[in-house]
């Protein structure tokens, strides 16, 4: 009977701990896009561009409906917007700077957690659904503080 107990206990804990270190892992995807949308930013101001067609705005929208996503238990979901919107920010520092930028890109383990995806016209429209406030346009995140305004930042 010890026996039995111990290893249901053995079995609750791992399986316990396997839950709590992916959930980390979804966490530290959306941590990680968060930087790349901030670097984005700074990257589009100190090259002075004030508009990339909307790829700012784009990427600020995706990531905010990833955070949220996320606190809605939505892990997946959220992975996949959250990825989007760093693919984006991965274009504004490029396209700024002449340089890739490989923080920007994906991880192995992130596209792990990662699986079926919806395509970008359908992830900005369920975007602008939850967030309809945002704005589309680049000039209106010019100011280094307007990211505060906004929930790009999981916490």
């Known amino acids: ?3 039995k107990l111990f290893f249901a206990f053995i079995f609750f804990v791992s399986t ?11 966490k530290a995807l959306l941590k990680r896009s968060s930087v790349c949308v901030h670097k984005a930013q700074k990257q589009m101001l100190a090259s002075k ?5 909307g790829k700012l705005a784009k990427a600020v929208l995706l990531q905010s409906y990833a ?8 892990e997946a979901e959220a992975a996949c917007v959250s ?12 396209e700024t700077s002449a340089r890739e930028d490989t923080y920007s890109l994906a ?3 992130e596209k792990k957690l990662i699986a079926a995806c919806s395509d970008e016209i359908t992830m900005i429209k369920e975007s602008k659904k939850a ?12 100011n280094p ?4 305004e906004t929930n790009v930042d999981i916490r």
């Open 83 to 94: 990825l989007h919107a760093r693919q984006l920010a991965f274009e504004i520092i490029k």
């Open 107 to 109: 991880t192995e383990e």
């Open 131 to 142: 967030l309809p406030a945002f704005s589309e346009k680049d000039t209106d995140y010019n």
């Open 145 to 148: 503080k307007s990211l505060n």
């Open 1 to 3: 009977m010890k026996t």
């Open 16 to 26: 316990f701990n396997q839950l709590l270190s992916q959930e980390d892992a979804y």
């Open 67 to 74: 955070v949220k996503l996320y606190a809605q238990k939505k």
């Open 49 to 53: 561009k004030t508009d990339l067609g």
